[in-house]
């Protein structure tokens, strides 16, 4: 957008006016600090997770992540879709009691599973051919917006944390403040960072991989992003080709290697699924990248849980 504005300031109309100018310098400084952020998701970036040099074994953990819009009616799509990417984990958001009742054929292949079918766009199916060690579903900001928390065991025995989430966006003239939506992925953060076991989160976040708050996310959880250094890999919109971004995210906790990233097909949702393909490998943690979070972000962060909504 700015580069176009810029494209248009310059070639039809010619600033020669000083408020012109102070513009195209805004616009300018604005658009290089737009690629500064960006630019640890594209191949020039450095990789926060190494790749896995180990074929698929016991300690892999395929996990799907997908937003099915919730008046979309193309289930079949995603049932070919899961036949395909064959994930051990499937998470799909916005899911309501008509989207139960058309993926509850799933429980032949995925008998673990936990569903949250709401009418809200909030709902929540998690399907799993792996063991859950429990299983809770949290209301940690809003009392109509769920989240799960449980544990996945590995082929291997190896239990792993899972959380999945799904918070409200920040909507104008509904909700223009993001403070629900940072509060919920903040609070996940802790639980991460607190585990004793290897984490993985996955969910929509409704924000941006580059946003501040989901940069924050990453300094206090410890968690690592597969799409640093790999590509944007845009979620949303899948109507849209000229205005997509991504939200729909899959974070690990440095003990794992990636196998694979890919975004999938739309199946007539407005999002696009991700599959990530992980590795759990402890050895591999001196080779991944960790941000490190600061005094200044710890507070910051404090801050954010602590606010009033």
Known sequence: MNGALLFCLTFFLNPEKLSDILVFI??????????????????????????????TDSNSLKLLIANVYQENKKSDDYHKLISSCNPDVILLVETNIWWQKQMDSLEGQYPYQIKIPLENTYGMLLYSKLEFNGGTVKYLVEQDIPSIETEVKLKSGQM???????????????????????????????????????????GDLNDVAWSYTTELFGKISGLLDPRRGRGFFNSFNAKYFFLRFPLDHIFCSPDFSLNSIQRLKSCGSDHFPMCVNLHYNPQIEKLNNVSEASEEDIQFAAEKINATT
């Open 26 to 55: 805004a616009l300018l400084l604005n658009l290089v600090y737009l690629i500064y952020l960006v630019l640890p998701f594209t191949p020039l970036g450095r990789k926060q997770i190494v790749s896995s040099k180990l074929p």
């Open 160 to 202: 792993v944390k899972l959380f999945c989430l799904h918070p409200q966006p920040p909507v104008p003239q509904e909700n223009p403040r993001s403070t629900e939506r940072d509060k919920e992925i903040l609070l996940v953060a802790k639980k991460a960072k607190n585990s004793k076991l290897p984490v993985v989160v996955m």
